[in-house]
């Protein structure tokens, strides 16, 4: 101590402790839960309904390696057509899909973790398919009757890498508040996002995203005791949370962007088609950099979980860090059954490969997505 520095009680607690000091607990991911909106098309379905005739478009639909998607289309106007709906109605439509698949994810996620709603100290809910103020977690905690002293967080627009930037706060703090529990909620209603027209810019969107929500429940293990939550015994040895790396690929920041449409009078999503080559090029170095904090390499991953970006984008990926197939079927199998999910698709990934019952403890995997910016986010998980 320096002469004229105050002396806090913390410092004093250090000072005066003959213990050493704790290294924090790593969270761990404690329950899942997911949830779409009503009504499934096939690809050949959703062609039908919306009227489209150009073989170029019908192409692009029908080789996505998308088989099914959760959608809720446009209502019919007065010809019996699928109208494009104005600006207003689609947030209207964002709220009201958000709410209800956001609500019925979460309620699957603390039933997997043996949680009550009364258990949770902070939500943290991301979503990029809509806006509203106040955000989506306060509307939740009002809904659902959360407690009103619950912390809350909305990570709004960052695109379909959100759900990693939104985890690694989430984690952080679990981290810094032990045997609290913690649920981050990514909900994205890509229906109330959708610009019907005749282009391809719109044509590669349109056939590409799907409805759905995720949850999952984090804790960093306490002393138990008054205030603290204990998770279920079928998930006591859920992953621990161990490191995130980011990689921003600045050169690309208006490759995938979702801004105001003139013509159209309303938000539009953009997809550059240089995208999967981007992602690829600069996947490696992201994961590698991931895996040499923990003295790892790639081929001490058991499990890959990887954003179900496109067909493009997953082969990119698969090609630049050496997978297999089998590595992405989880991708590839979330891809074919419900199409690019945004935020949180790598979660559905996530509850497949838990389904599967293959993880044994000791392993390593990565979590991986890929979004606006663009940006790859990476973590790593172990049992």
């Not at 810019?201 to 002393?223: H, K």
């Not at 161990?242 to 938000?267: K, P």
């Not at 997953?314 to 860090?321: C, E, M, R, T």
């Amino acid at each position: 101590m320096t002469p004229g520095t105050e002396l806090l009680p913390s410092d004093w607690a250090q000072l005066t402790s003959s213990e050493p000091p704790r290294t924090p607990v790593p969270a761990r991911l404690a329950g899942i839960g997911t949830a779409n909106t009503g009504e499934s098309y096939s690809q050949q379905q959703l062609i039908d309904h919306l009227g489209i005739t150009d073989p170029k478009i019908r192409s692009i639909f029908l080789n996505s390696a998308i088989e099914r998607r959760y959608l809720t289309i446009p209502p019919r106007n007065e010809q019996g057509e699928r109208r494009s709906e104005p600006q207003g109605e689609l947030l209207a439509k964002h709220k009201r899909l958000a709410l209800d698949m956001g609500a019925r994810a979460l309620r699957r996620c603390l039933a997997d973790a043996g949680a009550l709603l009364s258990d949770i100290d902070y939500l943290c809910v991301v979503t990029t398919t809509g806006f509203l103020t106040p955000g989506l977690s306060a509307l939740l905690i009002k809904d659902l009757g959360i407690d009103r002293s619950c912390h809350r967080v909305d990570v709004v627009g960052m695109g379909c890498n959100a759900g990693l930037n939104a985890l690694n706060a989430t984690s952080s703090w679990a981290v810094a508040n032990p045997g609290r529990l913690a649920v981050m909620v990514c909900v994205e209603a890509c229906s109330a996002a959708y610009t019907f027209d005749s282009t391809m810019r719109t044509a590669v969107v349109n056939s590409l995203f799907g409805d759905g929500s995720a949850a999952v429940a984090l804790i960093a293990d306490g002393n138990g005791g008054p205030g603290h939550f204990a998770a279920s015994p079928s998930r006591a040895a859920g992953p621990k949370l161990l490191g995130f790396s980011s990689h921003l690929i600045t050169e690309a920041v208006d490759a995938m962007r979702y801004d105001w449409d003139d013509d159209q009078n309303r938000f539009s999503f953009f997809l550059d088609p240089g995208v999967p080559y981007v992602v690829g090029a600069n996947a490696e170095q992201v994961v590698d950099r991931l895996l040499s904090r923990a003295g790892l390499r790639r081929s001490d991953i058991r499990h890959w979980l990887v954003h179900s970006g496109g067909k493009k984008v997953i082969d990119a990926v698969q090609v630049n860090l050496g997978l297999t197939r089998h590595e992405l079927r989880h991708t590839t199998g979330v891809l074919r059954d419900f199409g690019n999910l945004s935020s949180g698709s790598f979660l559905f990934s996530y509850e497949r490969l838990l389904e599967e019952e293959v993880v044994v403890p000791g392993d390593h995997g990565v979590l991986m997505t890929m979004g606006p910016g663009s940006t790859i986010e990476t973590a790593l998980i172990q049992w």
